[in-house]
């Protein structure tokens, strides 16, 4: 109840704080790509049910790709510095404050890859997703990683996601507030949380 009302609160103080930023992104967006602004994706969400993640558009055209380094020529100018600066995630406030994602938890997957959860490490599903967390901040800069690989598919699905469920598994055994306010501070200094390197 505590972490639910956190997320909801914090997410609604966000929201009304940030709306002039978000606006000017919109525009901005608007004016350098055109329409849409937003990127709407199916993702599994708690309990393996399905949500709409929204994110700012950073590419051009509507799809995306979960693994951008595979479409470098296809992330727009704005897009790059949305997604380095992370900006491109501030419409999920909005799935925080609806109830499908938390501040702190795993990053949600598309379908093709929660699918590829399994045995113990199905336990993930029953987390709601976040917004940050350990492994969101171990491959921070996973973008520019990918981009260094002859393979960037081969790359994430052989290394990083594996890795990313084996810390996002230890998150889920260690899970508390104070590790969520440890979690949300290392996200605001763009560092790792200790333990989970």
Do not use: H
Not at 31 to 41: M, N, R, W
């Amino acid at each position: 109840m505590v972490k639910w009302f956190f997320d909801r609160t914090l997410s609604l103080v966000l929201l009304m704080a940030l709306m002039p930023v978000l606006l000017l992104v919109a525009i901005v967006i608007l004016l350098t790509s055109g329409a849409p602004v937003f990127y709407i994706q199916e993702r599994i969400g708690q309990n393996a049910k399905p949500f709409k993640l929204i994110k700012f558009r950073t590419m051009k055209g509507e799809e995306e790709s979960p693994v951008a380094a595979a479409e470098l020529n296809r992330i727009t100018r704005v897009g790059r510095w949305l997604r380095r600066t992370k900006i491109d995630e501030l419409p999920e406030l909005l799935n925080i404050f609806v109830g499908d994602m938390s501040f702190v938890g795993p990053r949600p997957d598309v379908a093709g890859y929660a699918d590829k959860l399994e045995g113990d490490d199905r336990r993930l599903l029953t987390m709601k997703p976040g917004l940050t967390g350990v492994a969101s901040l171990k491959y921070r800069n996973e973008e520019d990683l990918l981009a260094a690989q002859p393979n960037p598919q081969e790359y994430n699905d052989k290394v990083i996601w594996p890795d990313k469920v084996r810390l996002n598994l230890l998150y889920m055994e260690r899970q508390s507030l104070w590790l969520d306010v440890k979690v949300l501070i290392c996200t605001a200094l763009g560092k790792t949380v200790k333990g989970f390197e």
